[in-house]
């Protein structure tokens, strides 16, 4: 019975009142918190029952202790996850940070190894953007570059993957299902950029990207794919 008890619950408390005293020491091996002799004394009965209640507030005790532990913990896993998504976004345009585009990457191409997720990388790079800055100053450059990624992501699905890799540079890993429906994406993405106005003191500047594919081939390893790209 006792054993039964315990499967149910840990923190039941079991007190045994008997003349047996054979199965004493097997019974606190079952885990029971007091025991009391028949018949029962005054002064044993109210000693034991003294020491159960000790447990049972130390039991208490431990328990909100450990859900305290666990709360805290889960504090630091949640603190720890958005921080950890913080340092992945760039803080300007909001895209993932090199470190963290080339993370998904991985993640990518894994996939594509283990089950055969097709994948192109597309690279954009803002043309004579160094002149933009110097013209017009670092401001309109990054609103032109905010403009820019706004832009590309009218064009997404969810499981595209924009990174900054670097100033005006920029890599893009879109899931693909032939070559055409990439040439399409990239199609759409250059005439929205080309669309793209950014005021400046009452004039408004346009700027063009270049913009370079490749397609992931079985027949080679990922650096050898980027390697292609540039």
Not at 123 to 142: A, E, L, P, W
Not at 166 to 195: Q, T
Not at 210 to 216: A, D, E, L, W, Y
């Amino acid at each position: 019975l006792i054993t039964k008890i315990r499967e149910i619950s840990k923190h039941i408390t079991i007190l045994v009142i008997s003349d047996n005293t054979k199965h004493f020491a097997d019974l606190i091996k079952l885990g029971i918190d007091g025991y009391i002799f028949k018949p029962v004394v005054i002064n044993q009965f109210t000693s034991v029952l003294h020491k159960v209640l000790e447990k049972l507030q130390n039991k208490q005790e431990l328990f909100e202790y450990k859900n305290d532990l666990e709360n805290k913990v889960k504090e630091l896993e949640k603190e720890l996850s958005q921080t950890k998504l913080k340092n992945s976004k760039d803080h300007l345009t909001g895209t993932l940070v090199r470190s963290s585009y080339e993370e998904a990457l991985e993640k990518r191409d894994d996939e594509y190894r283990r089950y055969g997720h097709d994948y192109a990388i597309i690279f954009f790079d803002i043309d004579f953007f160094k002149k933009v800055n110097d013209t017009y100053g670092h401001k309109t450059g990054d609103i032109a570059l905010k403009t820019f990624v706004k832009t590309i992501e009218k064009s997404l699905d969810d499981t595209d993957l924009l990174g900054r890799l670097g100033g005006e540079e920029f890599g893009l890993v879109i899931s693909s299902c032939s070559k055409e429906s990439v040439v399409n994406k990239i199609e759409e993405i250059r005439k929205s950029v080309e669309n793209i106005l950014v005021s400046y003191n009452d004039k408004e500047i346009k700027f063009t990207v270049s913009i370079g594919m490749v397609q992931r081939d079985e027949n080679e390893t990922l650096d050898a794919t980027l390697e292609r790209a540039a």
